[in-house]
């Protein structure tokens, strides 16, 4: 695990509209006056690797037929290939399924798997809980054990990650029912909410921000923080779809997330208020963090999502890294971006679960 230094730490910002700077920027300038890690030029190594999945990967993602039976045979194939990758040793893995019967069958199940640190240092006081990504249509907690397992190793805290209903068998809002349902267990089983954080990336990260607002409009106690990776936060895909031709994303294809968009959102369509997060009256909500690539085709809706959430009184603190690529993080092994990305989050729960700690204890003083 790479050592925390200095020059890791983010330096002072100008942040975008209603959007704030990171707590410890003016700390930062007194230590170093070199710039954020987010600012800096990309690594050989990740260039190369961002290169290498434009020429190989993109088109096939670009072209590739959207309709059920190719998009289930899509999912089986990323879940055998995630059989190859080898969890960190410095992790354990458990699966979960929980049916509710105490709850006479009004509550869903809860399936998935905890992520825990084999390491001395683990936390008691609170919970990540993680929702992957895959446009709602692949992936499963397996394909993202490389964020995961960082996650628990970097905060000490269990990771919790939801197998949620997917799409086109199960459109949304099946999935939210899930994510709801996986928040709701964790407060029933006595993790305090001021402890928690809701993560995701991409599609997860529209998940995550999406269960923020549910929590917040049914009255559930408010988690401490939630963090966005690469959130595909628009699903009409009118943002990213106008930043096709002005970046080289190396893998993402708004064409085809536009294709995926139509089976996710099912017969309802888009008028479902849960999927429009730049229209969600976002309310007393916890705090963000949202890291995006500076060469994706989502960036623009992660800045007019942190916008629309600074617009709206939200704490929010933006991290553009300069020239990455969607859900870097994932690759935190072997890229020096990825794994300065995860200690940022880090940096982040720390402090999110402290301030919401504190203000829960002033409060029942």
């Known amino acids: 695990?790479?050592?925390?230094?200095?020059?890791?730490?983010?330096?002072?910002?100008?942040?975008?509209?209603?959007?704030?700077?990171?707590?410890?920027?003016?700390?930062?300038?007194?230590?170093?006056?070199?710039?954020?890690?987010?600012?800096?030029?990309?690594?050989?190594?990740?260039?190369?690797?961002?290169?290498?999945?434009?020429?190989?990967?993109?088109?096939?993602?670009?072209?590739?037929?959207?309709?059920?039976?190719?998009?289930?045979?899509?999912?089986?194939?990323?879940?055998?290939?995630?059989?190859?990758?080898?969890?960190?040793?410095?992790?354990?893995i458990k699966p979960l399924l929980d049916p509710r019967v105490e709850t006479g069958g009004e509550e869903r199940p809860v399936v998935g798997e905890w992520v825990t640190s084999r390491r001395g240092e683990r936390r008691a006081d609170g919970a990540i809980l993680y929702l992957h990504g895959g446009a709602y249509v692949?992936?499963?907690?397996?394909?993202?054990?490389?964020?995961?397992?960082?996650?628990?190793?970097?905060?000490?805290?269990?990771?919790?990650?939801?197998?949620?209903?997917?799409?086109?068998?199960?459109?949304?809002?099946?999935?939210?029912?899930?994510a709801v349902a996986a928040y709701r267990w964790l407060l029933a089983r006595g993790v305090p909410a001021s402890g928690i954080i809701i993560a995701g990336d991409s599609a997860g990260g529209h998940l995550a921000a999406s269960l923020t607002g549910e929590i917040c409009r049914t009255g559930l106690p408010r988690p401490a923080g939630t963090v966005l990776y690469s959130p595909w936060v628009d699903l009409t895909c009118e943002l990213s779809t106008a930043e096709q031709g002005r970046v080289r994303d190396p893998y993402i294809s708004a064409h085809a997330a536009r294709r995926v968009a139509r089976l996710v959102v099912g017969p309802a369509g888009f008028d479902d208020p849960r999927l429009a997060l730049l229209t969600c009256a976002w309310g007393e909500v916890s705090p963000f963090l949202i890291q995006v690539g500076g060469s994706e085709v989502l960036r623009p809706e992660a800045e007019a999502f942190a916008e629309a959430l600074g617009r709206a009184g939200v704490s929010c603190e933006l991290q553009v890294w300069k020239g990455q690529m969607h859900v870097f993080q994932i690759l935190n092994r072997v890229l020096p971006e990825a794994s300065a990305a995860m200690r940022e989050t880090a940096r982040f729960v720390r402090d999110s679960i402290a301030a919401a700690s504190s203000a829960e204890s002033e409060a029942v003083a």
């Not at 050989?44 to 998009?71: K, M, N, Q």
């Not at 190793?153 to 799409?167: D, F, H, K, N, S």
């Open 138 to 178: 692949v992936c499963s907690p397996r394909t993202h054990r490389e964020i995961t397992s960082r996650l628990t190793l970097e905060t000490g805290l269990p990771v919790l990650v939801p197998r949620y209903r997917m799409a086109p068998e199960h459109p949304f809002p099946a999935p939210l029912e899930d």
């Open 1 to 92: 695990m790479d050592p925390i230094t200095a020059s890791d730490l983010p330096a002072e910002v100008t942040p975008l509209p209603g959007v704030t700077a990171p707590r410890h920027a003016a700390t930062q300038q007194a230590v170093s006056p070199r710039t954020q890690p987010f600012d800096r030029r990309p690594t050989v190594r990740s260039r190369a690797i961002s290169e290498a999945l434009r020429l190989g990967l993109r088109p096939f993602i670009h072209y590739a037929p959207s309709h059920a039976r190719s998009l289930r045979t899509a999912r089986s194939t990323v879940d055998a290939a995630a059989l190859l990758m080898r969890p960190s040793r410095q992790v354990r």
